[in-house]
T-cell receptor, first 111, second 112 residues
Framework: GQQLNQSPQSMFIQEGEDVSMNCTSSSIFNTWLWYKQDPGEGPVLLIALYKAGELTSNGRLTAQFGITRKDSFLNISASIPSDVGIYFC???????????FGAGTRLAVHP | DGGITQSPKYLFRKEGQNVTLSCEQNLNHDAMYWYRQDPGQGLRLIYYSQIVNDFQKGDIAEGYSVSREKKESFPLTVTSAQKNPTAFYLCASIGPTNEKLFFGSGTQLSVL
């Protein structure tokens, strides 16, 4: 079946550093979504990407839809302590019942 | 406030017991979804419903059941047939013109 490989699995960084994480797949997707999840809460949508090559920003966050439609990355610039959490990518082909999630990147920020 | 409300936040199940997790939305969304989250894994789809009185199995439907009698409500029952029910359960919804999936705050189910 379709799978998403999300990396890195975890990151421990200093406040102020930039962060980069990515998702890759052998399958083609027509939508990429990036979510952040705080402990014990539901994921919150950060950025949605709909076209190959699309580059979208949301404050300090920037995400890109890969040209091949098989990958996406998320960058966080100048990290702050509240960036701590788990970041998930999700790829969609067809309906939302076809949404595939990565295993998540756990981010820790040291003040 | 519009949103998706899941209850309870924490739930404990005894051996052989069925338990029901509630999911209510006031977003007027047609489609609703139930996901299961285990530590270190991505979300996995249990059941989904695209319209009232209709629902479909997801990737891991065994041991679960749902109903969709009202547009606003999509309860999930974890039956005694689900042998490993401990997980974080997430409900989500999407409207007809919205390309984005929104989540509730989740229910943590544990076995006593």
């Amino acid at each position: 079946g379709q799978q998403l490989n999300q990396s890195p699995q975890s990151m421990f960084i200093q406040e102020g550093e930039d962060v980069s994480m990515n998702c890759t797949s052998s399958s083609i997707f027509n939508t990429w979504l990036w979510y952040k999840q705080d402990p014990g809460e539901g994921p919150v949508l950060l950025i949605a990407l709909y076209k190959a090559g699309e580059l979208t920003s949301n404050g300090r966050l920037t995400a890109q839809f890969g040209i091949t439609r098989k990958d996406s990355f998320l960058n966080i610039s100048a990290s702050i302590p509240s960036d701590v959490g788990i970041y998930f990518c999700a790829g969609r082909v067809g309906g939302y019942n076809k949404l595939i999630f990565g295993a998540g990147t756990r981010l820790a920020v040291h003040p | 406030d519009g949103g998706i409300t899941q209850s309870p936040k924490y739930l404990f199940r005894k051996e052989g017991q069925n338990v029901t997790l509630s999911c209510e939305q006031n977003l007027n969304h047609d489609a609703m979804y139930w996901y299961r989250q285990d530590p270190g894994q991505g979300l996995r789809l249990i059941y989904y419903s695209q319209i009232v009185n209709d629902f479909q199995k997801g990737d891991i439907a065994e041991g679960y059941s749902v109903s969709r009698e009202k547009k606003e409500s999509f309860p999930l029952t974890v039956t005694s047939a689900q042998k490993n029910p401990t997980a974080f359960y997430l409900c989500a919804s999407i409207g007809p013109t919205n390309e984005k999936l929104f989540f509730g705050s989740g229910t943590q189910l544990s076995v006593l």
